[in-house]
């Protein structure tokens, strides 16, 4: 489990390594170009339940700190879907990956 440590906030937030690797790319992306957003995502297992969201904005201080030593493969789909939402008035949901279902052996070429 990774955290996510923003501006002064009381509670650091947890969030599975390898989504947190692929929310970094698209955050560090657009706190590049200087665009603020929104991030939101539904409190874990463990946590009150609910929601929140926060202001990124690139005078905050942000700190991206993962369990695993190695990143892990990105998934272009995810990182594309993130930056979409992103770019949206409602700003980045942070939502699970979804990995298309793979092909059956007999429609692929060969």
Avoid: C, Q
């Amino acid at each position: 489990m990774g955290t996510l440590y923003y501006g002064g906030a009381r509670e650091p937030i947890a969030i599975e390594d390898r989504a947190l690797a692929h929310l970094k790319v698209v955050i560090a992306t657009k706190l590049r170009r200087n665009e603020s957003f929104t991030l939101s995502w539904r409190h874990g297992d463990g946590d009150a339940p609910g929601r929140s969201t926060i202001w990124v904005h690139a005078s905050i201080p942000m700190r991206f700190v993962f369990d695993e030593p190695e990143a892990p493969p990105l998934s272009r789909e995810w990182i594309e879907s993130l930056a979409h939402s992103a770019n949206s008035s409602g700003g980045i949901s942070l939502v699970d990956e979804h990995i298309a279902p793979a092909e059956p052996a007999s429609n692929r070429a060969g």
